[in-house]
């Protein structure tokens, strides 16, 4: 097992099988992926440096942002990794008959639909979301502009002695 001869931690791991599936990616983004901060971030990925399977470089686009990106050996490694851990599945799935394997087959199904809808519920849900942060951010701004001109007005009024017609 490839994985088992590694000394990869499991959240250098993490990182590693992110980066296989993601490409280059920002510290930013590792942090979000793997819900810790940025410093720990950099912790891992400066010991994953230090083992050759990713490299830091500038990103071409955005010279303030470093990407980490998998090493040729990075690139080796996981390519073991899923490669042994397809090959056991596939293993065992060869050891169940096809009335089985038709009803797993079902039941993935059914999983996937479930996650798409709940993936698809969640997307709505921040869309929503992200709706009313805009009306209330407009609402917010426009009661601050209302109030700063009725302080104007109020300001002028007490400075001439006259009050605006309220109509």
Known sequence: ??????TLTMQQFKVVMFLTFAGPTSGQELAR??????ATVTGIVDRVVAQGLVTRHEDPHDR?????????????????????????????????DTETLRT?????????????????EET?????????DDISSDVSSGVAAHAAKATEATEESAATGRFPDPG
Request: hydrophobic fraction near 45%.
């Open 33 to 38: 992926h793997l819900g810790v901060g940025l």
């Open 104 to 120: 797993m087959e079902t039941v993935m199904r059914k999983i996937e639909d479930a996650m798409r809808d709940l993936h698809a």
């Open 124 to 132: 709505v849900t921040d869309a929503v979301n992200g709706v009313i």
């Open 1 to 6: 097992m490839p994985l088992m001869a590694s």
């Open 64 to 96: 303030r942002v470093r990407l980490v990106e998998l090493t040729e050996e990075g690139r080796r490694l996981t390519g073991e990794i899923i490669e042994a851990g397809t090959g056991g599945y596939v293993r065992l799935l060869r050891r169940l």
